[in-house]
């Protein structure tokens, strides 16, 4: 199984339109999430963290099940802006240095 | 905001040649990491430093690589003898702990 595991994509969605991005991680003891967003020949930029409560920002909302060992990516009113590659990413935690990168989920928002 | 720099931007060398990628973290952060990404491929963790010493390191960091933080403001990335298949994209990234990683802009490497 895959450290980090996404569905690769591409979504191809209208502007406007609810998109969703799953991702699952293969070690239990993992301690912290992100999501990142990374276009095309840049560097990964932090989108936001992923708490266990599950936490919102504008029209992100991120959700952690342990459980599962499952996070998911809401995004709302897609717009044109958000097309991009959707990376989450994985800390061991516990000391572990070796944060680990899904390969990414992209996303193409059409007008 | 303060933010990750990599020099150089794009660097070409042939193969065989030593190359040295040059970051400067964030000032306060603690932790530094090198991850390279091959065109159209996943970010592939190399390598993660921390109080002077490599803490974790993958299988792709081999005895060709090497990093080395020589001044207490600069983080490098020495390959020794390049090959073809080390043409990537390479991230310099450091953090305060366990918080998220901030990224450099990246050198783009070429081997020849």
């Known amino acids: 199984r895959k450290e980090v595991e996404q569905d690769p994509g591409p979504f191809n969605v209208p502007e406007g339109a609810t998109v969703a991005f799953n991702c699952t991680y293969s070690?239990?003891?993992?301690?912290?999430f992100f999501w990142y967003r990374q276009d095309c020949r840049k560097e990964p930029k932090l989108l936001m963290s992923?708490?266990?409560s599950g936490n919102e920002d504008g029209r992100f909302t991120a959700q952690l099940n342990r459980a599962s060992q499952y996070i998911s990516l809401l995004i709302r009113d897609s717009k044109l802006s958000d097309s991009a590659t959707y990376l989450c990413?994985?800390?061991?935690?516990?000391?572990?240095?070796?944060?680990?990168f899904g390969a990414g989920t992209r996303l193409f928002v059409k007008a | 905001e303060p933010e990750v720099t990599q020099t150089p931007s794009h660097q070409v060398t042939q193969m065989g040649q030593e190359v040295i990628l040059r970051c400067v973290p964030i000032?306060?952060?603690?932790?530094f990491y090198w991850y390279r990404q091959i065109l159209g491929q996943k970010v592939e963790f190399l390598v993660s430093?921390?109080?002077?010493?490599?803490?974790?390191k993958s299988e792709i960091f081999d005895d060709q690589f090497s990093v080395e933080r020589p001044d207490g403001s600069n983080f490098t990335l020495k390959i020794r003898s390049t090959k073809l298949e080390d043409s990537a994209m390479y991230f310099c990234?450091?953090?305060?702990?366990?918080?998220?990683?901030?990224f450099g802009n990246g050198t783009r490497l070429t081997v020849t």
């Open positions: 000032s306060n952060h603690l932790y």
């Open positions: 990234a450091s953090s305060q702990d366990n918080s998220p990683l901030h």
């Open positions: 992923v708490y266990s």
């Open positions: 990413v994985v800390n061991p935690g516990e000391g572990g240095f070796k944060t680990i």
């Open positions: 070690n239990s003891a993992s301690q912290s």
């Open positions: 430093f921390y109080n002077n010493e490599i803490s974790e």
